[in-house]
């Protein structure tokens, strides 16, 4: 079963372990701070996540899926609002009082040509560039799903959801 869809044991443990950032700010704050997987591993918050997802038993979590959730976690840790409504590729396409999306197609374009979160640092950067430009706020269970399982079908899925929303209206959204 994949790891962070509706109704999963693994989505409700990541949903519960952003919460208790809240209460561990020393680990977010070293999370924020941290740009690559080498500074992420040390903190212990982050290992808890990793284990909590373990017991789940949804996925064989190898060594990149490992290094994949550490990433995850400093990811995260710059969300400060969970947005569950829209897809995180729906929220970078919304219009800005200028009518234009919050995050650019240029940008989105650039995003969409990364191939792994683990090995590419200017991927993470550009991820964690679009939460602030969406004000701190991101559907996390979704951002987490599609960069844990980044490939085509996740690059195509985004495609359809930034410039379905992209194309709209000002002011009309799902």
């Not at 396409?93 to 995003?111: D, T």
Request: with cysteine; aromatic share 12%; hydrophobic share 40%.
């Amino acid at each position: 079963m994949p790891l962070f869809k509706e109704n999963t044991k693994s989505r409700q443990e990541l949903i519960k372990w952003w919460q208790g950032l809240e209460e561990e700010r020393g680990a977010r704050a070293t999370l924020r701070r941290a740009a690559s997987l080498v500074e992420i591993v040390p903190v212990r918050y982050a290992h808890y996540l990793l284990y909590r997802l373990w017991q789940c038993q949804e996925d064989n979590i190898n060594q990149d899926k490992q290094d994949k959730i550490m990433m995850l976690c400093g990811i995260l840790s710059h969300v400060r609002e969970n947005e569950a409504k829209d897809s995180f590729a729906k929220q970078l396409a919304r219009k800005k009082g200028n009518n234009q999306p919050v995050f650019s197609e240029l940008r989105f374009q650039r995003l969409l040509q990364y191939e792994d979160i683990v090995h590419e640092p200017l991927f993470y950067q550009e991820i964690v560039r679009a939460i602030h430009q969406l004000g701190f706020k991101a559907n996390i269970a979704d951002l987490a799903h599609s960069l844990y399982y980044w490939n085509d079908i996740t690059i195509k899925n985004w495609a359809y959801d930034y410039f379905r929303v992209a194309e709209e209206p000002a002011g009309k959204s799902d």
